[in-house]
């Protein structure tokens, strides 16, 4: 595996530049072996004090399980921007996370990071892409994440969807616990100013019709934090987590969690304002999440 270290870049500018990478997918059915990495993965320390505040987290010396995630976005960045990789993320869209934390992390550890490409496969509306994120502190692995992407493809695709097994999320009749909030235009800012997310189809009407959608959608990430907060299970020492995104979340728009207590975690479901069914599912547990 060709390994690569990462480089120092402005991310907005480098995913404007991949808009105009023209996608090769049938390269993709077998990923390159390209491994982006970092020996001294560095924290910034005000961008993460304001990350917490941004969510009401607690300021404390240990990072959120989603904050590795914000926290190694450059390294996919660079990993698609490779010349092997011939992908345009237009299109692209990010179905899921599978997080493992394994300690937690103080935010002043000296940490080594890596992400390539684990695995392709066709599925129903194109080509999944599961990017894999390694975070080591002295050689132990202490926080890993498999990242879901979906590229939309006429061409390649399955329409059996390959007969992959779906994570099954129960249903639930009544919750045990239900918060709502109202996502603006303000919160699109300030989480691209902590995580450096600049992607216009957060902020820019424009931007946001060319990619067919009315209007622009918040982060699934801003979402997801959000969600932590009332999860509120952070301080265990080893916790997994998984998410998945089944719709865009517009701005301006109320939105309500529901979440329902169960053996040694907790289950979410995240409702977007005259959408019955969820947009976001997930499940914090402090047990591995099977399927």
Known sequence: ?????????????KLLLLM??????????SPPPIQIYSSQLNIPLIKFENYLKL??????????????????????????????????PLGF?????????????????????YCYIDSTRLAKKGLEITVKIIIKANSELIWECKSTYLKFSKKYRDEEGNGKKQFFFESYEKYDEEYSWHVSKKDAFSYARVSGDFNLIHLSK??????????PIIHGMWSIGKCLHYLNMNTKDTLYFYHTFKGPILLNTSCKLCIKNISNGKRFDLFA???PRPCIQGILSEYPIEG
């Open 273 to 275: 304002e005259n959408n």
């Open 93 to 113: 869209l990010h179905v899921s996370n599978n997080i493992s934390q394994y300690k937690p992390i103080p935010k002043n550890e000296k940490l080594e990071a």
């Open 1 to 13: 595996m060709e390994i690569i270290n990462l480089e120092n870049f402005n991310s907005t500018i």
């Open 55 to 88: 969510f009401d987290f607690p300021s404390n010396n240990y990072l959120p399980i989603s904050y590795p995630f914000v926290l190694t976005m450059p390294m996919q960045i660079q990993l698609f921007d490779h010349p092997s990789i011939l992908i345009n």
């Open 206 to 215: 424009i931007f946001a019709r060319i990619t067919g959608l009315p209007k």
């Open 20 to 29: 105009r990478k023209k996608s090769d997918l049938k390269n993709l059915l």
